[in-house]
């Protein structure tokens, strides 16, 4: 494997000449600039990511650490950062927590170690005073740790509100909401309250269900859904906090000869690519996820260059009328 002493030697100049244009620093005039670039290819020369790393202290890279790339919300969502990310030549190094404490907490002690320049969390299973120790550029999702922190959300209060709202003057007179685990502190909860503010200011009968500890376990929804029409048969109207779990609420409800919307009418929740493809296809109040995405990202970027930020970042989302109402 050549060196870039090898591409000094072939162009005949001295190495530094060489890390200059690797490194993009100091003149190099373009007729030496295009020889190097040339003796590079001919040699088949690979630059040594690591060294140039520690040579110019900047990486380009970023961490992403997510609960599971099996949820379709957390696979558009990596889909559009390392894209933005790509745009704006940075790398992204993905890890998969699992909702494990130990896993994430060895995440961030590995994306340290491999110099990021930056984090962006979407998994949240540590203890606060754990990010405080980070001590790098730092954005987290669904959940505010800190004044300090940059955050970025959909407006999940709104959007609780806009899908019961919908369920209401659809004519559901008994309703319900399937969520994950309402005990970590995620914003997300927020969808939760509005459901029950909207149900009780309306005088509607209600209740809510929590599928697991951790809400991304496809294996627990169903029995979930069968619990839940097992002890009310005659709920007309439930909100799901995810498309996934408003998923299995469809594929539920045809097993149980249910008819959806007639029987029983459906709101999910992310707006994530498979639900408009679903059987019927599926009203679901839609984040902005390629915004929320590129803002991630942008928040982080500033960071990195000592920019001032804005540390509450809360977009607005929409609801989408589909055939499941």
């Known amino acids: 494997m050549a060196t870039i002493k090898d591409i000094a030697n072939k162009v005949g100049v001295n190495v530094s000449t060489v890390s200059r244009v690797l490194n993009n620093r100091g003149y190099i005039s373009d007729s030496l600039r295009e020889n190097i670039l040339k003796a590079m290819e001919e040699l088949n020369y690979q630059p040594n990511e690591v060294a140039r790393t520690l040579f110019r202290k900047k990486s380009n890279m970023i961490g992403l650490i997510i609960p599971t790339v099996d949820h379709p919300f957390f696979s558009e969502l990596c889909n559009h950062i390392e894209n933005y990310a790509y745009q704006h030549q940075f790398k992204v190094l993905l890890c998969n927590s699992q909702h494990d404490k130990e896993k994430e907490l060895m995440y961030l002690n590995f994306l340290k170690a491999q110099q990021v320049e930056g ?5 949240h299973t540590i203890d606060v005073e754990e990010f405080s120790k980070i001590d790098l550029p730092l954005v987290t999702f669904e959940r505010a740790i800190s004044d300090k922190i940059p955050f970025v959300s959909s407006d ?4 609780g509100r806009l899908a019961t ?5 659809k004519g559901c007179k008994k309703i319900a909401m399937i969520t994950g685990s309402l005990g970590l502190p995620m914003l997300s909860n ?15 009968w209600h209740t809510v269900l929590e599928t697991d500890i951790f809400g991304f376990n496809p294996e627990n929804y169903e029995g979930v859904i069968r619990q839940l029409f097992d002890l009310y048969p005659d709920i007309d109207g ?6 996934v779990i408003a998923a299995h609420i469809l594929k539920t409800c045809y097993m149980m000869n249910k008819s959806v919307p007639d029987d029983v009418k459906v709101v999910g929740y992310d707006g994530i690519s498979f ?3 679903l059987v019927p296809p599926l009203t679901t109040v839609v984040q902005p996820i390629k915004q929320m995405a590129e803002l991630a990202l942008d928040l982080l970027m500033k960071q990195i260059n000592k920019e001032p930020v804005q540390y509450t970042n809360i977009l607005p989302n929409e609801l989408i009328v589909r055939q499941t109402t």
């Open 238 to 243: 439930i909100f799901a906090s995810s498309d």
């Open 156 to 159: 999940n209060y709104a959007g």
């Open 190 to 204: 927020e969808r939760h309250s509005a459901f029950k503010d909207v149900a009780q200011k309306h005088g509607v």
């Open 119 to 123: 984090i962006i969390m979407g998994s």
């Open 165 to 169: 709202e919908h369920l209401l003057a």
């Open 275 to 277: 639900s408009k493809v």
